[in-house]
């Protein structure tokens, strides 16, 4: 199942990537090697500062830019792009573009694709200087962009690859400190104690595991950390309670039903104080950021009944059932 | 009433768990120290565990993100869903918030600049965001952490619970705030 859902994720992005990239290069999206006409505004006036780059402000106006680039390509009625310019004496020179929050976002692509990472470059090919000594019309050919899109999936994977190494080391400090809690608490009893007041609701949920195991105190403290939001916590106490669910485990390396109830229940994800997305509502100026609570609750409610529910019938599946006992085709004996 | 007494209990659950199992353990004469350290050296293990599959998944939720490919599956999917009145913005949502929480937390923070923290779609996306976890992450956390590869019906069980968890919140929403 997860070998199939993993495949389908990498090799449907990358087919998409593709695609696009094609359909982009034949419809010319990017218009390399196309001439764009822009005023630029400069920092000195002609004749200062020949063959050293300066700051300079390109100015187009929108109409201007969507018939180059096609519609709906802007936001702004006027686009001033901050760059810097350098002009040779013989009537050219290049322009390099840093991207910024007002940049349209046509460039802002072409930028994360350039050569030198958001920079994006162009030749001034000539120019006619304007009305004042600092003003001129200038015709450019910015750098050919290409495969825009596989270019970012490259990107994507080596920053997800680094992100998914730093989330675990992040987790080791984390991790200690609850697992020595823990072992306290269990040589104390108070796991058990925990797991006995409970004990008809957990026999309920995971018949397999005896309920004086300590796999049910962590389990209950892992869902009650998640319910008061305690991510922090949570995590630690959760993988606790597998490790321990794996000490009941027969086969190694295959889950058995009550890890799968149990991470049914976790992925559902029931909060009774939702903090990040009040947070983010606060933020973007919500005049009541905690109204979504109870819708909320009741979200929460209804993925768990159901996660539970779920994983309760598919586990009868013989499917599934085979791979618990071993006897499904090609395992080993 | 009910919200402040929740909030309170999740800022004293910590400190006050910690300090109880730590004089229960000295009222029980476990030896602290020791045994902390003791159970605080697998940390190390478990996260270190963990990295492969974790590798694994988000390497391949990013291509899939990167690519671009969601924007397929929202056009795909968007005619079925506009049958039981699912806003086109909301399904970007709903199909992200398994696969990536800081991406699904990005398309919250973007709906709310669009349409606004307290329009229909604002609160929609908020309480989506609230009423799940990210699956596939916590799969291969929790798997990960002690060598499962089979992971057998956890995977379909956690996708339904997505599923009931975006068409409750659309529910309660519509019932609420529409």
């Keep these: 199942m997860l070998n199939y859902i993993w495949i389908s994720l ?27 006409q822009a005023e630029i505004q400069l920092q000195k006036p002609f004749g200062v500062g020949v063959n050293t780059s300066q700051d300079a402000t390109l ?68 120019f006619t200087r304007g009305g004042d000594d600092r003003t001129m019309e200038a015709i450019i050919v910015f750098e050919p962009i290409t495969f825009v899109r596989i270019k970012q999936v490259t990107q994507a994977a080596l920053d997800y690859a680094t992100m998914a190494v730093n989330i ?65 916590a949570a995590t630690p106490l959760g993988l606790k309670a597998m490790e321990e669910l794996d000490k009941l485990n027969p086969r190694k390396g295959v889950a058995t039903n009550a890890m799968c109830t149990f991470l049914a229940i976790n992925t559902a994800g029931l909060t009774l104080i939702p903090a990040t997305a009040i947070a983010v509502r606060a933020a973007a100026g919500s005049s009541n950021p905690t109204v979504i609570v109870g819708a909320t609750i009741i979200g929460g409610l209804c993925s768990t009944t159901v996660g539970i529910l779920a994983a309760k019938l598919l586990q009868r599946l013989p499917v599934f059932r085979k791979q618990l006992d071993g006897t499904e085709e090609g395992a080993k004996p | ?50 990295i492969p599959y974790l590798v694994a998944m988000l390497v391949a939720i990013g291509i899939f993100r990167a690519s671009g490919a969601m924007d397929f599956l929202t056009i795909a999917l968007n005619p079925i ?26 398309i919250m923070i973007e709906l709310m600049k669009v349409h606004g923290a307290d329009s229909f779609i604002g609160v929609l996306s908020s309480t989506m965001y609230g009423s799940s976890e990210t699956t596939f992450y916590v799969l291969a956390v929790y798997f990960g ?34």
């Excluded at chain 1, 006995?196 to 026999?203: A, E, G, N």
Aim: charged share 15%; proline share 4%.
């Design chain 1, 10 to 36: 990498i090799v449907f992005g990358v087919v998409v990537a593709i695609t696009v990239d094609l359909n982009d290069q034949s419809s010319n999206k990017y218009r390399n090697g196309m001439e764009f």
């Design chain 1, 59 to 126: 100015m187009v106006s929108r109409a201007h830019f969507e018939q180059f680039y096609g519609p709906k390509t802007v936001q702004h009625d006027t686009i001033l792009q901050p760059a810097s310019v350098t002009l040779t004496k013989d009537g050219s020179g290049t322009i390099l573009l840093s991207a910024d929050d007002h940049t349209p976002s046509i460039w802002k692509e072409m930028s994360r694709a350039a050569v030198t990472k958001d920079k994006l470059s162009g030749k001034i090919l000539s």
């Design chain 1, 168 to 232: 675990a080391l992040g987790l080791i400090g984390i991790m200690a400190l609850w697992l020595g809690i823990m072992r306290i608490a269990d040589e104390a009893g108070a796991i058990k104690l925990l797991a006995r007041v409970l004990r008809p609701f957990m026999k309920f949920l995971f018949p397999d595991v005896p309920s004086d195991h300590p796999a049910v105190g962590s389990m209950i403290m892992n869902i009650s950390a998640n319910m008061l939001g305690l991510s922090n």
């Design chain 2, 1 to 50: 009433m009910l919200k402040s007494l929740v909030s309170f209990l999740s800022i004293i659950a910590i400190p006050v768990l910690i300090f109880t199992f730590l004089l229960w353990g000295i009222f029980k004469r476990v030896k602290v120290y020791e045994v902390f350290v003791d159970g605080a050296k697998e940390g190390f293990n478990v996260a270190i565990r963990i």
């Design chain 2, 81 to 106: 869903t506009s049958l039981i009145g699912f806003p086109a913005e909301a399904l970007t949502m709903a199909l992200m918030r398994p696969l990536s929480g800081s991406g699904s937390l990005g």
């Design chain 2, 145 to 178: 952490s002690v060598n499962i590869k089979r992971i057998r019906h956890s995977l379909p069980a956690g996708l339904l619970a997505d599923l009931a968890g975006m068409l409750g919140a659309l529910f309660v929403c519509r019932l609420l705030f529409f």
